[in-house]
């Protein structure tokens, strides 16, 4: 799996890059299939930078999610838990057996 992290508008600073790398690879506990994570951090407006998150995973669409604060660690906090409630929906969708197959259903008498 790998972590890509990039800014538009800017540049990050010297600690934020590796925090980000860190908060993003805790991803993985959630849902093992996960491929590819990539950050876009948004320095356009300095004083209100936005973090998206787009996670790539086996057999599944892309989660996606963005957020805006006033630094950007603390937009990393609050889109973090958008992307771990995307991956917890995915995977029981993935894992949770829902419906009853074919073979297992009881069969009817008016047939």
């Known amino acids: 799996m790998q972590v890509n992290v990039s800014a538009r508008h800017g540049h990050l ?9 860190e908060k993003a690879e805790k991803l993985r506990r959630l849902f093992d299939r996960i491929t590819a994570i990539e950050v876009t951090v948004d320095l356009q407006q300095q004083d209100n930078p936005s973090v998206e998150i787009q996670v790539s995973a086996e057999h599944a669409d892309d989660c996606v999610a963005t957020s805006e604060s006033s630094t950007v660690i603390s937009a990393l906090d609050l889109v973090i838990p958008k992307v771990e409630q995307q991956l917890r929906r995915l995977k029981e969708k993935k894992t949770g057996h829902r419906a009853t197959g074919h073979k297992h259903m009881d069969p009817t008498e008016n047939e």
């Open 13 to 21: 600073q010297s600690g934020d890059q590796e925090l980000i790398v």
